[in-house]
Protein backbone atom coordinates (compact mmCIF):
# COMPACT_ATOMS: atom_id res chain seq x y z
CA UNK A 1 0.00 0.00 0.00
CA UNK A 2 1.42 3.84 -0.41
CA UNK A 3 0.71 6.51 1.20
CA UNK A 4 0.05 10.13 -0.27
CA UNK A 5 2.31 12.96 1.03
CA UNK A 6 -1.06 14.01 2.57
CA UNK A 7 -1.22 10.64 4.99
CA UNK A 8 1.79 11.00 6.18
CA UNK A 9 0.96 13.23 9.33
CA UNK A 10 0.73 11.51 12.71
CA UNK A 11 1.24 13.62 15.42
CA UNK A 12 4.31 12.70 16.53
CA UNK A 13 6.06 14.00 12.65
CA UNK A 14 8.44 16.55 13.12
CA UNK A 15 7.00 20.14 13.43
CA UNK A 16 9.01 20.67 10.11
CA UNK A 17 6.36 18.92 8.41
CA UNK A 18 3.66 22.09 8.11
CA UNK A 19 6.01 24.64 5.99
CA UNK A 20 5.84 28.64 5.71
CA UNK A 21 7.43 31.22 3.79
CA UNK A 22 9.11 33.28 6.78
CA UNK A 23 11.84 34.66 6.14
CA UNK A 24 15.64 33.20 6.71
CA UNK A 25 16.27 32.06 9.75
CA UNK A 26 19.80 30.23 11.50
CA UNK A 27 19.82 26.46 12.73
CA UNK A 28 19.25 26.08 16.27
CA UNK A 29 22.28 25.46 16.86
CA UNK A 30 23.85 28.49 15.50
CA UNK A 31 25.47 30.88 17.80
CA UNK A 32 26.63 33.62 16.42
CA UNK A 33 26.81 35.11 12.75
CA UNK A 34 28.00 33.29 9.71
CA UNK A 35 31.26 35.67 9.44
CA UNK A 36 34.28 32.74 9.02
CA UNK A 37 37.34 32.42 11.27
CA UNK A 38 39.09 30.87 8.96
CA UNK A 39 39.08 27.35 6.32
CA UNK A 40 39.96 23.54 6.35
CA UNK A 41 41.87 22.28 3.72
CA UNK A 42 38.88 20.21 2.41
CA UNK A 43 37.36 23.84 1.88
CA UNK A 44 35.32 23.92 5.31
CA UNK A 45 34.92 27.10 7.47
CA UNK A 46 36.47 26.35 10.53
CA UNK A 47 34.08 25.10 13.33
CA UNK A 48 32.82 27.21 16.20
CA UNK A 49 33.88 25.34 18.52
CA UNK A 50 31.95 26.21 21.00
CA UNK A 51 28.81 25.39 19.07
CA UNK A 52 30.14 22.11 18.48
CA UNK A 53 30.83 21.34 22.21
CA UNK A 54 27.50 22.29 23.34
CA UNK A 55 25.64 20.10 20.62
CA UNK A 56 28.37 17.19 22.00
CA UNK A 57 27.63 17.90 25.90
CA UNK A 58 23.56 17.04 24.84
CA UNK A 59 25.08 13.44 23.56
CA UNK A 60 24.76 11.20 26.43
CA UNK A 61 21.27 12.02 27.11
CA UNK A 62 20.20 11.78 23.73
CA UNK A 63 21.69 8.09 23.63
CA UNK A 64 19.85 6.93 26.48
CA UNK A 65 16.66 8.29 24.93
CA UNK A 66 17.09 6.12 21.83
CA UNK A 67 18.31 3.53 23.93
CA UNK A 68 14.43 3.40 25.55
CA UNK A 69 12.39 3.33 22.69
CA UNK A 70 15.09 1.31 20.49
CA UNK A 71 13.52 -2.09 20.79
CA UNK A 72 9.77 -0.95 20.74
CA UNK A 73 11.15 0.47 16.95
CA UNK A 74 12.76 -1.85 15.87
CA UNK A 75 9.46 -4.70 16.83
CA UNK A 76 6.75 -2.40 15.28
CA UNK A 77 9.41 -0.78 12.22
CA UNK A 78 8.14 2.48 12.69
CA UNK A 79 10.10 5.45 12.54
CA UNK A 80 11.47 6.67 15.47
CA UNK A 81 10.28 10.35 15.02
CA UNK A 82 10.89 11.69 18.95
CA UNK A 83 14.01 9.96 18.67
CA UNK A 84 14.83 12.13 15.82
CA UNK A 85 13.25 15.24 17.25
CA UNK A 86 15.62 14.52 20.60
CA UNK A 87 18.83 14.26 18.30
CA UNK A 88 17.66 17.79 16.34
CA UNK A 89 16.83 19.50 20.34
CA UNK A 90 20.32 19.03 21.06
CA UNK A 91 21.82 20.77 18.10
CA UNK A 92 23.18 17.18 16.39
CA UNK A 93 20.85 17.12 12.99
CA UNK A 94 22.26 20.44 12.06
CA UNK A 95 25.48 20.11 13.99
CA UNK A 96 27.52 20.13 10.01
CA UNK A 97 25.71 23.23 8.84
CA UNK A 98 28.57 25.83 7.43
CA UNK A 99 29.03 28.70 9.62
CA UNK A 100 28.69 30.76 6.73
CA UNK A 101 25.12 29.71 7.09
CA UNK A 102 24.74 30.77 10.53
CA UNK A 103 25.88 26.75 11.92
CA UNK A 104 28.69 25.45 13.77
CA UNK A 105 30.19 23.86 10.81
CA UNK A 106 30.74 20.88 12.44
CA UNK A 107 33.63 18.89 11.15
CA UNK A 108 33.64 15.25 9.32
CA UNK A 109 36.03 14.13 13.58
CA UNK A 110 32.63 15.49 15.01
CA UNK A 111 30.28 14.19 12.70
CA UNK A 112 32.00 10.20 13.49
CA UNK A 113 32.36 11.34 17.06
CA UNK A 114 28.52 11.91 17.15
CA UNK A 115 27.15 8.97 14.73
CA UNK A 116 28.92 6.94 16.90
CA UNK A 117 27.20 7.40 20.18
CA UNK A 118 23.99 7.70 18.08
CA UNK A 119 24.56 4.18 16.72
CA UNK A 120 24.95 2.79 20.63
CA UNK A 121 21.57 4.07 21.48
CA UNK A 122 19.21 3.23 17.27
CA UNK A 123 21.23 2.75 14.77
CA UNK A 124 18.13 3.82 12.77
CA UNK A 125 18.26 7.29 13.81
CA UNK A 126 22.33 7.01 13.60
CA UNK A 127 21.67 6.52 9.69
CA UNK A 128 18.87 8.97 9.18
CA UNK A 129 20.57 11.23 11.09
CA UNK A 130 24.17 10.72 8.83
CA UNK A 131 22.24 11.21 5.58
CA UNK A 132 21.37 14.41 6.92
CA UNK A 133 24.38 15.84 8.35
CA UNK A 134 26.12 14.99 4.84
CA UNK A 135 23.97 16.98 3.29
CA UNK A 136 24.73 20.14 5.07
CA UNK A 137 28.55 19.18 5.39
CA UNK A 138 28.45 18.93 1.14
CA UNK A 139 26.25 22.46 1.05
CA UNK A 140 28.89 23.98 3.10
CA UNK A 141 32.01 22.80 0.65
CA UNK A 142 29.95 23.01 -2.74
CA UNK A 143 27.31 25.52 -2.15
CA UNK A 144 25.25 23.03 -4.96
CA UNK A 145 21.90 24.43 -3.64
CA UNK A 146 20.79 27.67 -4.30
CA UNK A 147 20.78 30.05 -1.73
CA UNK A 148 17.08 30.91 -1.22
CA UNK A 149 16.78 27.27 -1.48
CA UNK A 150 18.80 26.23 1.04
CA UNK A 151 17.84 29.60 3.82
CA UNK A 152 14.53 27.71 3.12
CA UNK A 153 15.43 24.30 4.45
CA UNK A 154 17.45 25.89 7.50
CA UNK A 155 14.43 27.77 8.52
CA UNK A 156 12.41 24.55 8.62
CA UNK A 157 15.41 23.58 10.72
CA UNK A 158 14.89 25.90 13.02
CA UNK A 159 11.06 24.82 13.59
CA UNK A 160 11.71 20.90 14.19
CA UNK A 161 13.62 17.96 12.32
CA UNK A 162 14.45 18.81 8.47
CA UNK A 163 15.65 15.86 7.05
CA UNK A 164 17.67 15.46 4.13
CA UNK A 165 18.76 12.23 1.72
CA UNK A 166 20.01 11.55 -1.70
CA UNK A 167 18.09 8.90 -3.45
CA UNK A 168 19.44 7.80 -6.49
CA UNK A 169 19.20 3.92 -6.53
CA UNK A 170 16.29 2.43 -8.37
CA UNK A 171 14.91 -1.24 -8.38
CA UNK A 172 16.98 -2.88 -10.97
CA UNK A 173 19.43 0.36 -11.52
CA UNK A 174 23.11 -0.69 -13.04
CA UNK A 175 26.28 1.17 -11.94
CA UNK A 176 26.66 3.73 -14.48
CA UNK A 177 23.14 3.39 -15.90
CA UNK A 178 21.36 6.46 -16.72
CA UNK A 179 18.15 6.98 -14.09
CA UNK A 180 14.73 5.38 -14.97
CA UNK A 181 13.88 8.55 -13.24
CA UNK A 182 12.88 11.03 -16.35
CA UNK A 183 12.54 14.93 -15.96
CA UNK A 184 9.97 16.36 -18.35
CA UNK A 185 10.31 20.35 -19.52
CA UNK A 186 7.16 21.47 -18.34
CA UNK A 187 6.96 25.47 -18.60
CA UNK A 188 8.76 27.32 -16.04
CA UNK A 189 10.36 24.08 -14.39
CA UNK A 190 9.97 20.04 -14.58
CA UNK A 191 8.34 17.17 -13.71
CA UNK A 192 9.62 14.09 -12.65
CA UNK A 193 8.32 11.01 -12.84
CA UNK A 194 10.10 7.50 -11.41
CA UNK A 195 10.67 5.23 -8.53
CA UNK A 196 13.55 5.58 -6.21
CA UNK A 197 14.66 2.50 -3.69
CA UNK A 198 16.29 2.32 -0.34
CA UNK A 199 15.76 5.85 0.35
CA UNK A 200 16.28 6.06 3.76
CA UNK A 201 14.34 8.05 6.38
CA UNK A 202 11.53 8.17 3.09
CA UNK A 203 8.38 8.83 5.07
CA UNK A 204 9.61 12.15 7.52
CA UNK A 205 12.12 13.57 4.88
CA UNK A 206 11.59 17.26 4.43
CA UNK A 207 13.22 17.26 1.38
CA UNK A 208 14.66 14.42 -1.00
CA UNK A 209 17.80 15.03 -3.70
CA UNK A 210 16.48 13.05 -6.59
CA UNK A 211 19.00 12.16 -9.44
CA UNK A 212 16.88 12.03 -12.42
CA UNK A 213 17.82 12.14 -16.22
CA UNK A 214 15.67 14.96 -18.88
CA UNK A 215 13.65 13.38 -21.83
CA UNK A 216 15.46 15.64 -24.00
CA UNK A 217 16.70 14.23 -27.23
CA UNK A 218 20.44 14.60 -25.78
CA UNK A 219 19.69 13.95 -21.91
CA UNK A 220 21.35 15.41 -19.42
CA UNK A 221 21.63 14.25 -15.71
CA UNK A 222 21.10 16.30 -12.17
CA UNK A 223 19.62 16.58 -8.96
CA UNK A 224 16.14 17.69 -8.44
CA UNK A 225 15.23 19.28 -4.94
CA UNK A 226 12.00 17.74 -4.08
CA UNK A 227 9.61 19.10 -1.04
CA UNK A 228 8.57 16.23 0.76
CA UNK A 229 5.17 17.03 1.01
CA UNK A 230 4.58 17.51 -3.28
CA UNK A 231 2.11 16.55 -4.97
CA UNK A 232 2.12 13.64 -6.96
CA UNK A 233 5.02 11.76 -4.81
CA UNK A 234 3.70 8.73 -2.84
CA UNK A 235 5.67 6.79 -0.54
CA UNK A 236 5.66 2.65 -0.44
CA UNK A 237 6.10 1.01 2.34
CA UNK A 238 8.76 -1.42 0.92
CA UNK A 239 11.51 -2.07 3.75
CA UNK A 240 11.04 -4.93 5.49
CA UNK A 241 14.64 -5.82 6.29
CA UNK A 242 16.13 -8.29 8.91
CA UNK A 243 17.57 -4.76 10.88
CA UNK A 244 17.26 -1.17 10.39
CA UNK A 245 13.91 -1.83 10.70
CA UNK A 246 13.11 1.82 11.78
CA UNK A 247 14.80 3.49 9.20
CA UNK A 248 11.85 3.34 6.74
CA UNK A 249 14.29 3.30 3.86
CA UNK A 250 10.98 3.02 1.29
CA UNK A 251 10.71 3.17 -2.07
CA UNK A 252 9.08 6.64 -3.39
CA UNK A 253 7.44 7.19 -6.21
CA UNK A 254 6.95 10.31 -8.22
CA UNK A 255 4.31 10.80 -10.86
CA UNK A 256 4.39 14.15 -12.22
CA UNK A 257 6.09 15.30 -9.48
CA UNK A 258 6.43 19.45 -9.86
CA UNK A 259 10.16 20.88 -9.51
CA UNK A 260 11.18 24.25 -9.98
CA UNK A 261 13.65 25.34 -12.51
CA UNK A 262 15.52 26.96 -9.93
CA UNK A 263 15.70 24.02 -7.98
CA UNK A 264 17.39 21.47 -10.79
CA UNK A 265 20.92 21.10 -10.20
CA UNK A 266 23.67 20.14 -11.61
CA UNK A 267 22.27 19.03 -15.37
CA UNK A 268 24.76 17.61 -17.32
CA UNK A 269 25.65 15.30 -20.10
CA UNK A 270 25.84 11.87 -18.72
CA UNK A 271 30.13 11.86 -17.97
CA UNK A 272 30.31 15.63 -18.71
CA UNK A 273 31.46 16.48 -15.19
CA UNK A 274 33.51 14.12 -14.30
CA UNK A 275 35.53 14.64 -17.37
CA UNK A 276 35.64 17.94 -17.82
CA UNK A 277 37.29 19.06 -14.22
CA UNK A 278 39.51 17.32 -11.71
CA UNK A 279 38.22 19.80 -9.01
CA UNK A 280 34.27 17.89 -9.46
CA UNK A 281 35.63 14.40 -9.43
CA UNK A 282 37.70 15.18 -6.26
CA UNK A 283 34.61 17.01 -4.84
CA UNK A 284 32.98 13.83 -5.65
CA UNK A 285 35.86 12.05 -3.84
CA UNK A 286 35.60 14.03 -0.67
CA UNK A 287 31.52 13.18 -0.57
CA UNK A 288 32.16 9.61 -0.79
CA UNK A 289 34.94 9.70 2.12
CA UNK A 290 32.54 11.66 4.34
CA UNK A 291 29.62 8.25 3.60
CA UNK A 292 32.21 6.14 4.25
CA UNK A 293 33.67 7.08 7.69
CA UNK A 294 30.32 8.08 9.00
CA UNK A 295 28.20 4.77 8.29
CA UNK A 296 31.64 3.45 9.64
CA UNK A 297 30.87 5.14 12.67
CA UNK A 298 27.45 3.88 12.65
CA UNK A 299 28.84 0.17 12.77
CA UNK A 300 31.17 0.59 15.53
CA UNK A 301 28.68 2.24 17.81
CA UNK A 302 26.49 -1.05 17.35
CA UNK A 303 29.48 -2.73 17.95
CA UNK A 304 30.17 -0.86 21.04
CA UNK A 305 27.32 -1.27 22.58
CA UNK A 306 26.97 -4.84 22.12
CA UNK A 307 30.00 -5.16 23.71
CA UNK A 308 28.34 -3.31 27.00
CA UNK A 309 25.91 -5.69 26.72
CA UNK A 310 28.03 -8.58 26.39
CA UNK A 311 29.90 -7.16 29.61
CA UNK A 312 26.97 -7.03 31.72
CA UNK A 313 25.98 -9.89 30.79
CA UNK A 314 29.50 -12.00 31.63
CA UNK A 315 29.73 -10.04 35.24
CA UNK A 316 26.32 -11.18 36.07
CA UNK A 317 25.57 -14.79 34.62
CA UNK A 318 26.51 -17.46 36.90
CA UNK A 319 26.05 -20.78 35.45
CA UNK A 320 24.90 -23.45 37.73
CA UNK A 321 27.95 -25.67 37.44
CA UNK A 322 30.29 -22.33 38.52
CA UNK A 323 30.65 -20.24 41.58
CA UNK A 324 31.80 -17.22 39.99
CA UNK A 325 30.15 -15.37 37.02
CA UNK A 326 31.33 -16.32 33.55
CA UNK A 327 33.64 -13.10 33.36
CA UNK A 328 36.31 -14.82 36.06
CA UNK A 329 37.01 -17.59 33.31
CA UNK A 330 40.40 -17.06 31.59
CA UNK A 331 38.40 -17.77 27.93
CA UNK A 332 35.73 -15.42 28.07
CA UNK A 333 37.82 -12.91 29.00
CA UNK A 334 40.16 -13.46 26.41
CA UNK A 335 37.39 -13.60 23.69
CA UNK A 336 36.28 -10.15 25.14
CA UNK A 337 39.67 -8.99 24.70
CA UNK A 338 40.12 -9.92 21.17
CA UNK A 339 36.31 -8.42 20.49
CA UNK A 340 38.19 -4.97 22.56
CA UNK A 341 40.78 -5.29 20.11
CA UNK A 342 38.89 -5.68 17.38
CA UNK A 343 36.90 -2.20 17.79
CA UNK A 344 39.81 -0.59 19.17
CA UNK A 345 41.59 -1.27 15.64
CA UNK A 346 38.18 -0.15 13.84
CA UNK A 347 37.92 2.99 15.67
CA UNK A 348 41.63 4.14 15.37
CA UNK A 349 41.44 3.75 11.72
CA UNK A 350 38.30 5.70 11.42
CA UNK A 351 39.39 8.31 14.39
CA UNK A 352 42.28 8.94 12.54
CA UNK A 353 41.53 9.35 8.95
CA UNK A 354 38.45 11.61 9.50
CA UNK A 355 41.04 15.22 10.94
CA UNK A 356 43.10 13.85 8.19
CA UNK A 357 40.41 14.25 5.88
CA UNK A 358 39.49 17.38 7.37
CA UNK A 359 42.43 18.48 6.52
CA UNK A 360 42.33 17.67 2.67
CA UNK A 361 45.28 14.94 2.79
CA UNK A 362 44.93 12.98 -0.43
CA UNK A 363 46.05 9.81 0.54
CA UNK A 364 43.21 10.15 3.39
CA UNK A 365 40.42 10.81 1.04
CA UNK A 366 41.59 7.37 -1.21
CA UNK A 367 41.77 5.02 2.48
CA UNK A 368 38.08 5.62 3.14
CA UNK A 369 36.75 2.84 0.94
CA UNK A 370 38.84 0.68 2.42
CA UNK A 371 38.84 1.58 6.00
CA UNK A 372 34.56 1.86 5.35
CA UNK A 373 35.12 -1.80 4.83
CA UNK A 374 37.58 -3.05 7.33
CA UNK A 375 35.40 -0.94 10.02
CA UNK A 376 32.17 -3.00 9.20
CA UNK A 377 33.53 -6.22 8.82
CA UNK A 378 35.41 -5.69 12.60
CA UNK A 379 32.23 -4.48 13.81
CA UNK A 380 29.97 -7.54 12.38
CA UNK A 381 32.52 -9.81 13.58
CA UNK A 382 32.70 -8.44 17.23
CA UNK A 383 28.83 -8.79 17.35
CA UNK A 384 28.92 -12.09 16.07
CA UNK A 385 31.45 -12.89 18.98
CA UNK A 386 29.62 -11.65 21.39
CA UNK A 387 26.48 -13.72 20.40
CA UNK A 388 28.70 -16.67 20.17
CA UNK A 389 29.46 -16.29 23.77
CA UNK A 390 26.20 -16.19 25.23
CA UNK A 391 24.78 -18.52 23.61
CA UNK A 392 20.65 -18.53 24.00
CA UNK A 393 20.15 -15.44 25.41
CA UNK A 394 22.04 -13.37 23.14
CA UNK A 395 19.30 -14.81 20.46
CA UNK A 396 16.38 -13.95 22.58
CA UNK A 397 14.00 -11.21 21.74
CA UNK A 398 14.40 -10.33 25.63
CA UNK A 399 17.63 -9.07 25.24
CA UNK A 400 19.27 -6.47 22.39
CA UNK A 401 22.11 -8.36 21.60
CA UNK A 402 20.26 -9.91 18.75
CA UNK A 403 19.11 -6.53 17.83
CA UNK A 404 22.61 -5.46 17.40
CA UNK A 405 23.29 -8.56 15.50
CA UNK A 406 20.43 -7.83 12.77
CA UNK A 407 21.31 -4.05 12.58
CA UNK A 408 25.10 -4.38 11.67
CA UNK A 409 24.44 -7.06 9.74
CA UNK A 410 22.32 -5.08 7.36
CA UNK A 411 24.39 -1.79 7.81
CA UNK A 412 26.26 -3.42 4.61
CA UNK A 413 23.90 -2.21 2.87
CA UNK A 414 25.27 1.42 2.86
CA UNK A 415 28.40 -0.32 1.73
CA UNK A 416 30.02 -1.02 -1.74
CA UNK A 417 30.45 -4.57 -2.83
CA UNK A 418 33.68 -5.73 -1.59
CA UNK A 419 35.02 -7.01 -4.64
CA UNK A 420 34.82 -3.13 -6.30
CA UNK A 421 36.52 -1.78 -3.21
CA UNK A 422 39.12 -4.44 -3.17
CA UNK A 423 39.88 -4.14 -6.68
CA UNK A 424 39.90 -0.59 -6.75
CA UNK A 425 42.04 -1.12 -3.53
CA UNK A 426 43.86 -3.45 -5.90
CA UNK A 427 44.03 -1.29 -8.96
CA UNK A 428 45.87 1.41 -6.54
CA UNK A 429 48.54 -0.62 -5.10
CA UNK A 430 49.76 -1.71 -9.08
CA UNK A 431 49.49 1.57 -9.89
CA UNK A 432 51.82 3.09 -7.19
CA UNK A 433 54.57 0.10 -7.41
CA UNK A 434 54.56 0.77 -10.90
CA UNK A 435 55.92 4.46 -10.37
CA UNK A 436 59.60 5.26 -10.61
Known amino acids: MTTTAADRSPA ?20 GAASASGHTASGHTAPDRSAVADALAGLPRVVDLLSARAEEHDRDATFPYQGIEAVHEAGLLTLTVSQRYGGPGGTLADTVRVLAQLGRGDASVAVVTAFTLLQHAEQGRRGAWPTAGYRRLLTESRRGPALVNTLRAEPGGRPGALPGTVARRDGDGWLLTGRKTYCTGAEALAWMAVTARTDEPEPRVGTFLVRGESEGLEIDPTWDQLGLRASASH ?77 TLPRYRCALGEIEAQLIGAEELVEGLAPRVDRGEPDAVARTGPAHLLATRAATTAVQQAVSLTGNPGLSRRHPLERYLRDVLSSRVHLAPDEAVLEAAGRAALERGGRP
Open 12 to 31: DRPSAASQTTEPPATPPSAT
Open 251 to 327: DVLLEQVRVPADLALGLTAPGGAAGSAGPAAGAAELSLAWHDLALSAVAIGVARAAQSWLVRFLNQRTPANLTEPLG
